[in-house]
Nanobody, 127 residues
Framework: QVQLVESGGGLVQAGGSLRLSCAAS????????MGWFRQAPGMEREFVAA????????YYADSVKGRFTISRDNAKNTVYLQMNSLKPEDTAVYYCAAYYGRTSGATPQTGSGYSYWGQGTHITVSS
């Protein structure tokens, strides 16, 4: 089992920045690809960003490319999502997720690929 705990959410004005953190415990963090997803009210969950188990590859949804940056610190068992130039449409609950990627090398960009999920952290971007 992998336990994931997100933090860093809150209220921010449009154009502002936030950094989300996701702390992992329970298994060897460096074996897991990590992803960020979000779900706005009344909407389906959508992919935001992902990073390979090694940290060498990153992937982004088109809607956040150039504004968000995913990174990881394997020594701290933590993955981050730096969010800049936030827009009201970024308002959502943000979830981190883990996938055992060490064997296959895969870094899923769909929610169904992930085995473990955090409880989510809410972000509201005001206009």
């Amino acid at each position: 089992q992998v336990q994931l705990v997100e933090s860093g959410g809150g209220l921010v004005q449009a154009g502002g920045s936030l950094r989300l953190s996701c702390a992992a415990s329970g298994r060897t963090f460096s074996n897991y690809a990590m992803g960020w997803f979000r779900q706005a009210p009344g909407m389906e969950r959508e992919f935001v960003a992902a990073i390979s188990w090694s940290g060498s590859r990153t992937y982004y949804a088109d809607s956040v490319k150039g504004r968000f940056t995913i990174s990881r610190d394997n020594a701290k068992n933590t993955v981050y999502l730096q969010m800049n130039s936030l827009k009201p449409e970024d308002t959502a609950v943000y979830y981190c997720a883990a996938y055992y990627g060490r064997t296959s090398g895969a870094t899923p960009q769909t929610g169904s690929g992930y085995s473990y999920w955090g409880q989510g952290t809410h972000i509201t971007v005001s206009s």
